[in-house]
């Protein structure tokens, strides 16, 4: 099956831009999709990319796709205190339509003043 | 953009009492809907997928007759946890997708169950 891999912390420092990576290993993989976490929260989706586009570009947040490297990662920019939280990646195979998402463990963004 | 609420948000109950949690697709028809467990520090897991008027499809591991699924609407499924332990203490949230948009799955906020 599916493994997607994330590393766990990421610290930055405030107005600094963050870089949140993530791999996969299923090159059927179709839709990749970024979500957010706050503390005892649920699940915000923050963004998605389709499995061919390169590159997609949303305000402050800039998603790139290596599909040969079966590399996505997630670049937000001008990274404020309220962008602290775990940061799941989360891949959608094409197995069919009905398929749940296999997320990554998610990477908690520290951000220091 | 959507919204999908579950009910009720945290639960207390005792071992080896049943647990109901809700999740409703609050603007859209959702003809599937799914259901993951989210452990402390951990990533999500998808336990089963919820098509409404069918069975649902259980993960390999998960036990059916322990999670009980029932999507019986095209805006309504509960997860039933029977006979809960300790050991099922964990943070429950479904997704719903819409009809229209095959590949978007919208999130509810989690139930918190804790099994005393």
């Known amino acids: 099956g599916e493994d997607v891999e994330q590393s766990l912390f990421l610290s930055v420092r405030e107005g600094d831009s963050s870089v949140i990576n993530c791999t996969y290993t299923?090159?059927?993989?179709?839709?990749l999709y970024w979500y957010k976490q706050e503390p005892g929260a649920g699940l915000q989706l923050l963004t998605y990319?389709?499995?061919?586009?390169d590159m997609k570009q949303d305000q402050r947040l800039t998603v790139l796709l290596n599909k040969k490297d079966k590399h996505l990662s997630l670049r937000i920019a001008d990274t404020q205190t309220g962008d602290s939280a775990i940061y799941f990646c989360?891949?959608?195979?094409?197995?069919?339509?009905?398929?749940?998402?296999?997320f990554g463990k998610g990477t908690h963004l520290i951000i220091q003043p | 953009g959507a919204v999908v609420s579950q009910h009720p948000s945290w639960v207390i109950c005792k071992s080896g009492t049943s647990v109901k949690i809700e999740c409703r697709s609050l603007d859209f028809q959702a003809t599937t809907m799914f259901w993951y467990r989210q452990f402390p520090k951990q990533s999500l897991m998808l336990m089963a997928t919820s098509n409404e008027g069918s069975k649902a499809t259980y993960e390999q591991g998960v036990e059916k007759d322990k999670f009980l699924i029932n999507h019986a609407s095209l805006t309504l499924s509960t997860l039933t946890v029977t006979s809960a332990h300790p050991e099922d203490s964990s943070f429950y949230i479904c997704s719903a997708r819409s009809v229209g948009v095959l590949n978007e799955q919208f999130f509810g906020p989690g139930t918190r169950l804790t099994v005393l």
């Open positions: 990319i389709f499995s061919n586009m």
């Open positions: 989360a891949v959608l195979n094409s197995g069919g339509g009905a398929d749940g998402l296999t």
């Open positions: 299923d090159s059927s993989s179709t839709y």
